[in-house]
């Protein structure tokens, strides 16, 4: 059985079929799920799915993109709905230099004091790196945080992949590399241990290649499995538990849930 180990259901798209898509999930072979919020107002929103589903995992924290949209005094608040037993990280957190981005001081800010709370808290994270791998790496040394976590949606180059494994992180691989043209991503892949990933589909988001336009869903989280097992020759089954272990590893308080 796989997990999808990055997936937004608290979004509005799927509200109305929830429950029939967890089923349908199951049915192929994905049984649970690791939901990161976005930002203060959906904490709740996430804490009430994992109160409904047991299957489901959640992180807590304030997403960059959505720092424009406004910030209050979220410190407190935050470190108290962290304290929920289904809790696994904080996240997802992070810094993004694409164009129309929030001002990238502000992420900085936000991102260091959200990275305190988790070493003060032991708690893993949930990164969000585009663009913004070394700055990322340089405050997780400058700040000796050694709790780790998922790199979502990695697509940096096999030298920062390393730098991040070596600091206690696995990276979060996902429908990037179906695309035949993503062949910078399909090679670091391809050079990664087998304790170095876990999958993800980042739903509603990152659709996979022949499903653009649609909605994504973890139900194809197999499909980025089959993609990851024939890129590194390995059987799906292998892919299952390695990734499996690798995010209970990772995330020590999934099992606790």
């Known amino acids: 059985m ?3 180990s990055h997936c937004h259901l608290d979004f509005q798209c799927f509200k109305p079929d929830l429950s029939t898509l967890l089923n349908d999930c199951h049915k192929v072979g994905v049984d649970s799920f690791l939901v990161p919020s976005t930002t203060q107002a959906s904490w709740a929103n996430v804490i ?13 924290g304030l997403h960059p993109y959505f720092l424009k949209d406004g910030l209050g005094e979220y410190r407190d608040e935050l470190e108290l709905a962290l ?3 289904a809790v696994v990280a904080v996240g997802e957190i992070g810094l993004d230099k694409w164009q129309g981005m929030p001002d990238y001081g502000l992420q900085q800010r936000i991102y260091y004091e959200q990275l305190c709370l988790a070493k003060g808290l032991g708690l893993p994270i949930i990164l969000h790196a585009r663009k913004s791998e070394d700055d990322l790496l340089k405050v997780i040394r400058q700040l000796n945080f050694q709790h780790g976590g998922i ?5 940096g180059s096999l030298q920062q992949a390393k730098q991040f494994i070596d600091l206690g992180f696995v990276l979060g691989i996902g429908g990037t590399v179906t695309y035949p043209r993503a062949q910078k991503a399909q090679r670091v892949l391809a050079a990664l241990s ?3 990933f876990v999958l993800e589909t980042d739903s509603p988001d990152m659709p996979l290649y022949g499903y653009q336009g649609q909605r994504n869903t973890p139900e194809k989280v197999l499909l980025v499995a089959e993609s990851v097992a024939k890129i590194r020759g390995q059987s799906l089954t292998q892919l299952a538990q390695n990734t499996r272990a690798n995010l209970q590893r990772v995330l020590p308080n999934w099992h606790e849930v």
């Open 2 to 4: 796989f997990t999808d």
């Open 151 to 155: 790199v979502h949606a990695f697509n």
């Open 194 to 196: 087998d304790a170095d």
């Open 48 to 60: 009430e799915l994992s109160n409904r589903y047991p299957q489901i995992r959640i992180a807590l």
């Open 83 to 85: 304290a929920h037993p």
